[in-house]
């Protein structure tokens, strides 16, 4: 089972490398045409013309954009050329609506969806050690258990469609509060005069510990913000989350507080930096 | 080198087994006397009569206490049988102030002060994987370290007095934000109906894993709530940060969030169960 890769962007280009190199992929697509010319001769791979000529040419077609609109947009445009019983996954961050939506349209062609965003950032990507969200038919995700398999570590299917999408979302606030978390206490730290590097290395032994401590925490207080994963796009899954809480006539008072920093850092034009840039706002004065 | 161990509380009394476990346990006093007398005989060492008389069975006496009134009564009480060249080490989370007065009380006697709080939980203290934050001479520590190692797998240097209390606030803080997060993460994860065990399982490998929601994240949507870290302890020790923050007139935006959130959690009686109680103000009212 082959498939092809529509999306070769920051966290794309790394997942089609690792799906050649599991010998999974056959072709791909993205907006910006010379990068995906430069990637298919990379791995030796088609280059599809059009998403339908990529449906045509792959027997699963992996879809990983930056908002909802491009994600919807890509669907309908593959649509002709999908064969029944072949499968669209999407491992784009979206809302669950708009993987409703794209379930519908893939399912009147007699096709396969599986809303399957991911985390493990950059990083995860390149090593193929993402963790995977997935939501829709559970024997769908069996038959593209192999592909997934190239991506991924931990492949957890939970639930309907949407659902994949409902546990990205709060990945994302949690995310957020660990980012403000980690943020303002290494900025205390810094004020306090301690040694950052050590306070890092003790802090993240112990019951603070975190994934962004260790992999952000020595960038961050160097002052280099390369993404990893960007601010603009973490604003933009927040937004998604809280149409989602408010729906549910839910607060998220620490998802809201990094909402106002995150708009605070746009404006000062930060939007392209990695999201451990909120450390600007927390960061000593003096 | 042989210790004496002060304090035998939930963090104090498995320390003090694992110093016996490495033969560096020579007494132990306990203000409860209870306490002491029955940990003194299963691990078969000396019940000190006072702190006086366990400084004078000790080369290292060592203070695991709750609050920085209490340190500084053991440290007054223990001052008479301090012997020239004696180490004490306070295990306990105080202010700066506090680990710097305490230092001069010891100083008086010509015997050496280091503050050393720690971080890892009470599975930490149990399993003797603490992270020690140390602050005080480097010779002391490093005169120390064999005793300490029966304790942590992480000891560092952090500085003069009050630094190891100083890494320790930044520790705080970070727990306090790292709580509010994932509460809040997982609270909007129960309302959006997921199944919580495959959520946090997913969650925790990707780039919002974290200690506090793998040693946490399962009981707290049980509703168990058995400490752990008290919630009345992290609030005392957020007022100290609070007060560290305001010396330096620094905003601790989320550390403040936790307080005003712990300030009613205390006000409905949760103050003796673990800091995750604060998912009830997160989870789902319906």
Known sequence: MKAGMIGLGAMGAPMARNLAKH???????????????????ELGVERAA?????AEAADIALICVSADADM??????LLPGLRPGAIVIDLSTVSCATAREAARLIRSQDA????APVTGGVEGAINGTLAIMVGGAADTLEKARPVLEALGRRIVHMGDTGMGQAAKAVNQVMCAGINEAVTEALGFGARLGLDMPKLIEILAGGAAGNWFLEKRG????????????????HQKDLKICQTMADALNLRLKVAEMALEDYAELLKLGHGDEDISTLYRLKRPAS
């Not at 059009?50 to 990529?54: C, K, Y």
């Not at 396969?112 to 809303?115: E, G, I, R, S, T």
């Not at 020595?218 to 796009?233: D, S, V």
Request: proline share 4%; aromatic share 8%; glycine share 4%.
């Open 23 to 41: 010998d999974r992929l056959a072709t791909v697509w993205n907006r910006t045409e010379a990068t995906a010319i430069r990637l298919a001769e």
């Open 50 to 54: 059009t998403p339908s000529r990529l």
């Open 72 to 77: 919807l947009e890509v669907v309908h445009s």
């Open 112 to 115: 396969n969806f599986l809303d």
């Open 218 to 233: 020595l960038t961050m207080i160097q002052g280099q913000f390369k993404p990893g994963f960007k601010l603009a796009l």
